[in-house]
C-alpha cells in the first residue's frame, strides 16, 4: 500500500510515488532560526548607529565628552561597539586641589581638539573625560585610585595592560599622548597648539633689556670681560640642565603627584624613570648649596681675610657640603631601590 503522506503521479504509463516529510515544531524552529538571527543583527545594527551618532553629536559640540557612570557603561562597557574610546580619569572639582589634573588636562583638550578639526577625523576613535565626583562608581569598578589616569577601551575586547598610559614615565603632553593614541588605534594626530606669544615676548623684552644696558653702558663695557660674570651665567646653565630641566621641557611630567583617595601630595618620583617638576626644583635647590659650600670652601682657603672670617667661611663651606649633599644621596636611594651607599641621612 502506498505511504500516506505519498502523492501518485502518472507520466504516460509509468507511474511513482513522492514521499512529503511531514512537518513538526523542530521543522519550523529551523526555518524561523534565520529570520531571528537576522532580527538580532538589524538590532545590533541599529543600536550601534544610534550609539555612534550620539557620539559624533557630544564630540561636535565638545572635542572631550564629558561622561558619567551611566554614559561609561552603555558607551563604553556594554555592546556593540566598533569604535575606541581613549578616557582620561580626572578630578578637576576645586576641593580635590588637584594641580596636575588641570595641566593634564589642558593637554588633553589640545589633543583632542587636534583630532577633532583634523581633516582625518573619523568616528574611529573618541575622546572623553569621567570626573571623579560625577562618576566615582566608575572609579570603584575599575579599581582606581590615582587621578589623572588614561585608558585605551578598544573596539573589540578588554583593556590590555598597554592600554594604560604610563604618566609618571611619559608625562601628560599632548605630543606623547598622540603617540601613544596612534600606538594603540593606528590613528595618527598631528598635535597643533593654539598660538602661545609668551617666549618670543619674553626673549623679545630680555633682549632689550640687554640691549639697553649696553646702550647706557656704552663708553664703559668692561663688565664684559668680567670672569665672574661669564662663571656664573655658566654655573647658572650648568645647574639648570643638571637638575632635569630639559627633560621636563621634552616630557612634560606633572608638577607633584596628589592621590585623590588620600590626599598626599607626592614631590620626589619613586622610579628612576622619570621625575617631578617639584623633584628637579628640589635637585637644583640642593645642587646650589653643595656649590655655594664649595666656593665657600674656595674663598677660605684663597681670599686674603682675617683668620676668623675664613674659619666661619669654612665651617660653613663644610656644613652646606655635608647637609647638602646627603639629601641628594638620600633621594638617589629612594630612587635607585637598593641602592647600598648612604651618608649622614638614610
Same mark, same amino acid.
Given at each position: 500500500?502506498? *505511504?500516506?503522506?505519498?502523492?501518485?503521479?502518472?507520466?504516460?504509463?509509468?507511474?511513482?510515488?513522492? %514521499?512529503?516529510?511531514?512537518?513538526?515544531?523542530?521543522?519550523?524552529?529551523? @526555518?524561523?532560526?534565520?529570520?531571528? &538571527?537576522? /532580527?538580532?543583527?538589524? +538590532?545590533?545594527?541599529?543600536?550601534? =548607529? @544610534?550609539?555612534?551618532?550620539?557620539?559624533?553629536?557630544?564630540?561636535?559640540?565638545?572635542?572631550?565628552?564629558? &561622561?558619567?557612570?551611566?554614559?561609561?557603561?552603555?558607551?563604553?562597557?556594554?555592546?556593540?561597539?566598533?569604535?575606541?574610546?581613549?578616557?582620561?580619569?580626572?578630578?578637576?572639582?576645586?576641593?580635590? +586641589?588637584?594641580?596636575?589634573?588641570?595641566? $593634564?588636562?589642558?593637554?588633553?583638550?589640545?589633543?583632542?581638539?587636534?583630532?577633532?578639526?583634523? =581633516?582625518?577625523?573619523?568616528?574611529?576613535?573618541?575622546?572623553?573625560?569621567?570626573?571623579?565626583?560625577?562618576?566615582?562608581? %566608575?572609579? +570603584?569598578?575599575?579599581?582606581?585610585?590615582?587621578?589623572?589616569?588614561?585608558?585605551?577601551?578598544?573596539?573589540?575586547?578588554?583593556?590590555?595592560?598597554?592600554?594604560?598610559?604610563?604618566? /609618571? %614615565?611619559?608625562?601628560?603632553?599632548?605630543? +606623547?599622548?598622540?603617540?601613544? %593614541?596612534?600606538?594603540?588605534?593606528?590613528? /595618527?594626530?598631528?598635535?597643533?597648539?593654539?598660538?602661545?606669544?609668551?617666549?618670543?615676548?619674553?626673549?623679545?623684552?630680555?633682549?632689550?633689556?640687554?640691549?639697553?644696558?649696553?646702550?647706557?653702558?656704552?663708553?664703559?663695557?668692561?663688565?664684559?670681560?668680567?670672569?665672574?660674570?661669564?662663571?656664573?651665567?655658566?654655573?647658572?646653565?650648568?645647574?639648570?640642565?643638571?637638575?632635569?630641566?630639559?627633560?621636563?621641557?621634552?616630557?612634560?611630567?606633572?608638577?607633584?603627584?596628589?592621590?585623590?583617595?588620600?590626599?598626599?601630595?607626592?614631590?620626589?618620583?619613586?622610579?628612576?624613570? $622619570?621625575?617631578?617638576?617639584?623633584?628637579? *626644583?628640589?635637585?637644583?635647590?640642593?645642587?646650589?648649596?653643595?656649590?655655594?659650600? &664649595?666656593?665657600?670652601?674656595?674663598?677660605?682657603?684663597? =681670599?686674603? &681675610?682675617?683668620?676668623?672670617?675664613?674659619?666661619?667661611?669654612?665651617?660653613?663651606?663644610?656644613?652646606?657640603?655635608?647637609?647638602?649633599?646627603?639629601?641628594?644621596?638620600?633621594?638617589?636611594?629612594?630612587?635607585? *631601590?637598593?641602592?647600598?651607599?648612604?651618608?649622614?641621612?638614610?
Amino acid at each position: 500500500m502506498p *505511504h500516506p503522506n505519498q502523492k501518485k503521479t502518472e507520466v504516460g504509463c509509468l507511474a511513482f510515488f513522492t %514521499v512529503s516529510a511531514p512537518i513538526t515544531p523542530l521543522a519550523l524552529e529551523a @526555518e524561523n532560526r534565520p529570520i531571528g &538571527m537576522l /532580527q538580532r543583527i538589524l +538590532q545590533s545594527e541599529t543600536l550601534l =548607529s @544610534e550609539k555612534v551618532g550620539q557620539l559624533m553629536d557630544w564630540t561636535g559640540k565638545r572635542a572631550v565628552i564629558r &561622561m558619567n557612570g551611566e554614559k561609561f557603561r552603555r558607551f563604553v562597557k556594554a555592546p556593540p561597539r566598533n569604535y575606541s574610546v581613549v578616557i582620561m580619569f580626572t578630578a578637576l572639582q576645586p576641593q580635590r +586641589q588637584c594641580g596636575v589634573c588641570k595641566q $593634564a588636562d589642558e593637554e588633553y583638550q589640545i589633543l583632542a581638539n587636534s583630532w577633532r578639526y583634523s =581633516s582625518a577625523f573619523t568616528n574611529k576613535v573618541f575622546f572623553a573625560t569621567v570626573d571623579f565626583d560625577e562618576g566615582s562608581d %566608575v572609579f +570603584q569598578m575599575l579599581n582606581m585610585n590615582s587621578a589623572p589616569s588614561f585608558i585605551h577601551f578598544p573596539a573589540k575586547g578588554k583593556p590590555k595592560k598597554s592600554d594604560s598610559y604610563e604618566l /609618571q %614615565v611619559r608625562g601628560f603632553a599632548a605630543e +606623547q599622548l598622540a603617540r601613544w %593614541v596612534g600606538d594603540r588605534t593606528d590613528v /595618527q594626530i598631528r598635535v597643533i597648539r593654539p598660538p602661545n606669544y609668551a617666549g618670543p615676548l619674553m626673549l623679545g623684552f630680555l633682549l632689550a633689556v640687554i640691549g639697553g644696558l649696553a646702550y647706557l653702558r656704552r663708553n664703559n663695557l668692561e663688565f664684559l670681560y668680567n670672569k665672574n660674570v661669564w662663571a656664573f651665567s655658566a654655573l647658572c646653565f650648568c645647574l639648570i640642565m643638571t637638575s632635569g630641566q630639559m627633560w621636563n621641557h621634552i616630557r612634560g611630567p606633572p608638577y607633584a603627584h596628589k592621590n585623590p583617595t588620600t590626599g598626599q601630595v607626592s614631590y620626589i618620583h619613586g622610579s628612576s624613570q $622619570a621625575q617631578f617638576v617639584a623633584e628637579t *626644583h628640589i635637585v637644583l635647590l640642593f645642587n646650589s648649596a653643595v656649590t655655594m659650600g &664649595m666656593v665657600l670652601l674656595h674663598e677660605a682657603a684663597t =681670599s686674603d &681675610m682675617d683668620i676668623g672670617k675664613r674659619k666661619i667661611m669654612c665651617v660653613a663651606g663644610i656644613g652646606l657640603v655635608m647637609l647638602f649633599f646627603s639629601w641628594l644621596l638620600s633621594i638617589f636611594r629612594a630612587k635607585y *631601590h637598593g641602592y647600598p651607599y648612604s651618608f649622614l641621612l638614610s
